[in-house]
């Protein structure tokens, strides 16, 4: 294994959404193929995301309804900010008329909650797999 671990940030104002993402990548954690950060609110994400340990993040997963600043204009935030290469975003909401809202500011996927945890982990290996070709 000397692929460099895929960078995730998970964002969701429920520790329990963050703690269901980072067990069903508990393997793939241990083992250096996924390395996770996690973040409460947008806000906090977009501190990640300028600081130095966010600048090799290339996945984000994101809810949507949080306090004060939302999935969407994290989303927004992200694609304006433009950066090289673009980080990929997957937006998870239990609301699926966010769907269409998330593709429309570039969202490179949708979710929706209950959240197919067997798809979303598909979804995100192969992401890496392709990343390290
Ligand atoms: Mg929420």
Redesign the pocket.
């Known amino acids: 294994m000397n692929a460099k671990p895929l960078h995730v940030l998970a964002v ?3 520790p329990a ?1 963050l703690t269901i993402i980072q067990r069903l990548f508990r393997k793939e954690s241990k083992s250096g193929d996924i390395k996770i950060d996690c973040a409460n609110t947008a806000q906090q994400a977009l501190e990640i995301l300028n600081s130095q340990r966010g600048t090799d993040i290339v996945l984000i997963l994101s ?4 306090p004060g600043m939302s ?1 969407i204009e994290l989303l927004a935030a992200i694609r304006q900010k433009n950066p090289s290469p673009p980080p990929f975003v997957f937006v998870i ?2 609301y699926n008329e966010r769907a269409e809202e998330a593709k429309r500011f570039g969202a490179d996927s949708f979710f929706p909650k209950p959240l197919d945890m067997d798809a979303l982990k598909t979804r995100v290996l192969e992401l890496r797999e392709i990343l390290n070709q």
Request: no cysteine; net charge negative.
């Open positions: 969701d104002d429920e959404a809810d949507v309804n949080m999935g909401s239990a």
